[in-house]
């Protein structure tokens, strides 16, 4: 994780504001919200145990009650021209949900 986004994370984290703490533990204020984290790699990471970005932003995201999160990845971006995750990778999310790819694309999602 870059400074800039551990800085990002440490200012966004407020008691009151983002989270409250309560007899049981924190507890997250900002909750109903969808997340879309994009992701941008030189390696093919996503669901191997290399991948240390999705599960810790899934667990900093829930802290804050934020639980509704998909992960867009542009992965093997420094393994040649084209490389076939990627390939593989844009089929499948085309095929699996074509509307909100569009919808992305068009800047249409909240």
């Given at each position: 994780?870059?400074?800039q986004l551990k800085t990002y994370f440490?200012?966004?984290?407020?008691?009151?504001?983002?989270?409250?703490?309560?007899?049981t533990g924190p507890e997250g204020l900002v909750k109903g919200k969808k997340v879309y984290v994009v992701s941008a790699r030189g390696g093919v990471y996503a669901g191997t145990p290399n991948d240390s970005q999705t599960p810790f932003l899934k667990t900093f995201l829930g802290f804050f009650g934020m639980t509704d999160v998909s992960f867009i990845y542009a992965e093997g971006l420094n393994?040649?021209?084209?490389?076939r995750p990627v390939r593989r990778w844009l089929r499948r999310a085309r095929r699996s949900r074509p509307s909100e790819s569009a919808a992305c694309l068009r800047?249409?999602?909240?």
């Open positions: 994780m870059s400074s440490d200012w966004i984290a407020r008691v009151g504001i983002t989270f409250c703490y309560t007899a393994m040649g021209v084209r490389p800047g249409e999602l909240e």
